[in-house]
């Protein structure tokens, strides 16, 4: 059955095919430089998360960016800290590296390995996030975990976060405390010559 439309739809059809043709794709999928260690890596990892977690395809589509910290190491005793390095993707090109810290004071001992993916909703999201101004404090909790994922099932206030556990035993009941830093692609390529 052939279906005619008004004449009064033909343009709205029209113009929402050249939408779709001249915008280009949120989800465009970054390649990763091999020459760069440290970009080799987080695909390597986007790669495994993408087949461990599947509750984060969703956030892959839906983000206007994301950091990705292949690998963060987390130490506790008494008092702990944790420390990462990754790169800040945005579309189909990476804008700049980034580094976590976090400091944890409470009941906690053990050791965890993990990778963590920080999702942007929008732009705004990421433009705060390049601005260094993103922290998290006070909060607590109890972790048992040896092997698995979490993070926050939706976006809070634009961000969501989801790690993936690689290996590690932590208990832990403790306050913590954790930052960001945000170096442009530009300034470190200058650095690295």
Do not use: C, H
């Not at 579309?91 to 942007?120: E, H, L, P």
């Not at 961000?159 to 692609?185: C, D, K, N, Q």
Request: charged share 20%; net charge positive.
């Amino acid at each position: 059955m052939i279906r005619y439309y008004p004449r009064r739809a033909w343009p709205t059809v029209v113009k929402t095919m050249l939408l779709i043709l001249i915008t280009p794709a949120a989800g465009a999928e970054w390649q990763a430089d091999v020459s760069n260690p440290r970009q080799a890596s987080a695909a390597q990892e986007l790669a495994r998360f993408r087949a461990d977690v599947p509750r984060s395809a969703r956030f892959f589509e839906e983000a206007y960016g994301y950091a990705i910290l292949p690998s963060v190491t987390r130490l506790g005793a008494g008092f702990g800290g944790a420390y990462g390095r990754g790169i800040v993707v945005q579309g189909d090109k990476v804008i700049g590296s980034t580094n976590f810290w976090q400091f944890t004071s409470g009941i906690q001992a053990g050791a965890r390995y993990f990778s963590m993916i920080v999702f942007f909703k929008d732009k705004d999201a990421l433009d705060y996030f390049t601005q260094e101004r993103m922290r998290f404090m006070g909060q607590a909790g109890i972790a048992i975990a040896t092997l698995g994922a979490s993070g926050t099932p939706a976006y809070n206030d634009g961000v969501a976060i989801i790690t993936r556990t690689r290996f590690g035993l932590m208990g832990e009941f403790t306050i913590s405390g954790a930052r960001y830093t945000y170096r442009p692609y530009a300034i470190e390529q200058q650095a690295d010559r």
